[in-house]
């Protein structure tokens, strides 16, 4: 089954910081819009396809064309996002999170980790490979700070070519000084770092992967912010096998770590060889040129779709004909 944990943090206020919308009024639609894209085929809140700033579409795109391909079952979660999506979900919060240099991020992480947790163990007992998505602009810098507080020193991801890292820098020294921590301060507990800096889809994703691992084979689809939700798992003692599917454009990504920050923390690493370099549209092959990159679980989703015994070629002609119907 391939989930989509769904969430928003204040954080995708601050100007500049995400680029998982065209700007920061359009980004609230964002995460329905990925949602009902992946699940229907269409948006139906908004009738914009999420874009960047520049007009790059949404990997909801990618995953939607694995989807259809491969008729894998998709199941929608919602842990707090400021709109819910027009599809059908299972909802374990409704509350955003917070811009921890506002107040705490997540007060609620432990109740959505442990309802998680459930709602993985029962997951586990129908289904025997578990792929769990995002949708959560700004959740690369909570994915940061996370990282940060639990004593990783690395850089993360971004929606964008020129990944804005001073100024997610900068928010960590900031929340090093409200809250007195610093690099590895709360290292001895993975959710209350979460609890303080990190976002809602930290805590589910986390939470269903440990429900889920004694029954099932998990595999986070994403990037850095995958690797987060690795390290709260790590340090709150799980030892066996975390696996990442992503990309080749977050692998590659020279503005980021993820290689070396994957290896730290011990995680296997699927990544997927997506080609979008001869698409028609300058919307795709531009993510050749480090635009968007991942998300909305678009690498696993093509991982579990090639899996499944699909070529890639034939997932990349999907994405083009869907990516073509949905402008026209
Ligand atoms: C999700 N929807 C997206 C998108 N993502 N639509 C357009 N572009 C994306 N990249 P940042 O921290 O820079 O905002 O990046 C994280 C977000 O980008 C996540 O929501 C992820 O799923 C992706």
Redesign the pocket.
């Known amino acids: 089954m391939f989930l989509l944990c769904i969430a928003n943090t204040e954080?995708?206020k601050i100007p500049s910081?995400?680029?998982?919308?065209e700007n920061v009024e359009a980004?609230k639609y964002?995460?329905p819009?990925?949602a009902e894209l992946v699940y229907w085929g269409k948006c139906l809140t908004s009738s914009f396809l999420?874009?960047?700033p520049e007009g790059?579409?949404?990997?909801?795109i990618l995953t939607r064309a694995a989807y259809e391909e491969a008729q894998f079952p998709v199941m929608v979660v919602r842990t707090g996002s400021f709109i819910p999506p027009a599809c059908p979900y299972v909802e374990i919060s409704s509350t955003p999170g917070a811009n921890p240099l506002e107040r705490p991020a997540v007060i609620e992480a432990k109740r959505i980790y442990s309802w998680a947790k459930t709602l993985g163990h029962n997951i586990s007992a129908i289904e025997p490979l578990v792929v769990i998505?995002?949708?959560?602009?700004?959740?690369?810098?909570?994915?940061f700070l996370v990282l940060k507080a639990l004593g990783y020193d690395g850089m993360?991801?971004?929606?964008?070519p020129k990944?804005?890292t001073n100024l997610k820098v900068e928010i960590w020294k900031k929340c090093c000084e409200v809250y007195g921590i610093s690099e590895g301060s709360l290292r001895h507990k993975g959710l209350d770092a979460l609890s303080l800096l990190g976002d809602p889809m930290q805590a589910a994703v986390a939470g269903i992967a440990m429900g889920s691992f004694n029954r099932s084979r998990v595999v986070l689809a994403?990037?850095t912010?995958m690797l987060a939700v690795a390290a709260i798992l790590r340090h709150e003692g799980y030892n066996g096998e975390i696996e990442i599917a992503t990309t080749k454009y977050v692998a590659t990504d020279k503005t980021a770590n993820f290689a070396d920050l994957a290896e730290s923390l011990g995680i296997k690493i699927h990544v997927v060889p997506v080609d979008l370099s001869r698409s028609a549209f300058k919307g795709l092959s531009d993510y050749e040129r480090g635009?968007?990159?991942?998300?909305?679980?678009?690498g696993g989703a093509l991982w579990y779709a090639t899996y499944l015994g699909l070529s890639l070629d034939r997932l990349t002609d999907k994405i083009e004909k869907l990516y073509d119907n949905l402008i026209k």
């Open positions: 954080l995708s910081l995400s680029a998982a919308g980004i964002t995460v819009s990925d999420p874009v960047d790059h579409p949404t990997p909801a998505g995002e949708s959560i602009p700004g959740g690369t810098t909570s994915a993360v991801s971004s929606a964008s990944n804005p994403g990037g912010q635009y968007v990159k991942e998300g909305v679980g678009a």
